[in-house]
């Protein structure tokens, strides 16, 4: 009972300082991809990879199923739920469709507009000639604001494409106009993919393991106990080893 405890209470001490070394980094910086799914039935999918470094944003977005030979607006949204809807979420255009603020509350506002030159800030959400068309992949350099890198480093920030072909006539037409720009049918505007950014693997591993992050920690007690989370780790994986080398033989014999 007593070396069960010991052992139990050495491996959540073990843990601790695995915990503690990871704010170690700047808090914004890293890794953040989405993978964005469908809205409004588009089968659109898309591959946004970001990488933070301060206020500077690298961004690569590669999509798959939009609308060929049109444009598509694409955003960084901000300030909502940080979320996405549901592919099925019915929302105020033709047939149920759903419109950019039909989900605001969701994705939050632009923050953001991914466009190929010029000006990023909210003033080109709309700015078509500056979009990229159909599924052409997109690379960009983008200095972010305060608000915007923090939503980001918060796995907060929500990249949106837009443009989806409803009514499968090959452009954007359709008697409802869009909820942002009543001079544009809602097909030019309403969400096509959407997916949260969020710190990737990489950027989330801790930047030592067990022996680094003893320093942390005052007391030899709890650095002995540390040591032997550490040594019962490595047990495990040695025993995992032996349970493996063991199955081998037999599939030998
Ligand atoms: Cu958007």
Same mark, same amino acid.
């Given at each position: 009972?007593?070396?069960?405890?010991?052992?139990?209470?050495?491996?959540?001490?073990?843990?601790?300082?695995?915990?503690?070394?990871?704010?170690?980094?700047?808090?914004?910086? $890293? =890794?953040?991809?989405?993978?964005?799914? *469908?809205?409004?039935?588009?089968?659109?999918?898309?591959?946004?990879? =970001?990488?933070?470094?301060?206020?500077?944003?690298?961004?690569?977005?590669?999509?798959?199923?939009?609308?060929?030979?049109?444009?598509? @607006?694409?955003?960084?949204?901000?300030? $909502?739920?940080?979320?996405?809807?549901?592919?099925? *979420?019915?929302?105020?255009?033709?047939?149920?469709?759903? #419109?950019?603020?039909?989900?605001?509350? *969701?994705?939050?506002?632009?923050?953001?507009?991914?466009? =190929?030159?010029?000006?990023?800030?909210?003033?080109?959400?709309?700015?078509?000639?500056?979009?990229?068309?159909?599924?052409?992949?997109?690379?960009?350099?983008?200095?972010?604001?305060?608000?915007? @890198?923090?939503?980001?480093?918060?796995?907060?920030?929500?990249?949106?494409?837009?443009?989806?072909?409803?009514?499968?006539?090959?452009?954007?037409?359709?008697?409802?106009?869009?909820?942002?720009?009543?001079?544009? /049918?809602?097909?030019?505007?309403? /969400?096509?993919?959407?997916?949260?950014? #969020?710190?990737? *693997?990489?950027?989330?591993?801790?930047?030592?393991?067990?022996?680094?992050?003893?320093?942390?920690?005052?007391?030899?007690?709890?650095?002995?106990?540390?040591?032997?989370?550490?040594?019962?780790?490595?047990?495990?994986?040695?025993?995992?080893?032996? @349970?493996?080398?063991?199955? =081998?033989?037999?599939?030998?014999?």
């Amino acid at each position: 009972m007593r070396k069960s405890l010991t052992a139990a209470a050495a491996l959540a001490l073990g843990a601790l300082p695995l915990a503690l070394s990871a704010p170690a980094a700047h808090a914004a910086d $890293g =890794t953040f991809t989405a993978n964005l799914t *469908q809205l409004n039935d588009s089968g659109v999918t898309s591959t946004a990879t =970001t990488t933070l470094k301060g206020n500077t944003l690298d961004i690569k977005l590669q999509s798959q199923g939009l609308l060929e030979g049109a444009p598509h @607006a694409q955003h960084i949204h901000i300030g $909502g739920m940080g979320v996405c809807p549901t592919n099925d *979420q019915e929302g105020s255009g033709a047939d149920g469709a759903l #419109q950019v603020s039909d989900a605001a509350d *969701q994705y939050g506002g632009i923050a953001v507009s991914l466009t =190929t030159d010029g000006d990023t800030s909210p003033d080109s959400g709309l700015a078509v000639d500056r979009f990229p068309t159909g599924n052409a992949s997109y690379s960009r350099t983008i200095e972010v604001d305060d608000k915007t @890198a923090a939503a980001i480093s918060d796995g907060k920030a929500v990249v949106v494409v837009h443009g989806v072909d409803l009514n499968g006539s090959g452009e954007y037409d359709g008697d409802v106009k869009s909820d942002l720009d009543d001079s544009l /049918p809602e097909e030019a505007t309403d /969400p096509a993919a959407c997916g949260v950014l #969020q710190a990737s *693997q990489m950027s989330q591993m801790p930047g030592g393991g067990v022996q680094t992050g003893g320093g942390s920690t005052a007391g030899t007690e709890d650095a002995g106990l540390i040591a032997l989370g550490g040594a019962l780790l490595v047990g495990g994986a040695g025993a995992a080893v032996v @349970a493996a080398r063991r199955r =081998t033989a037999s599939d030998d014999a």
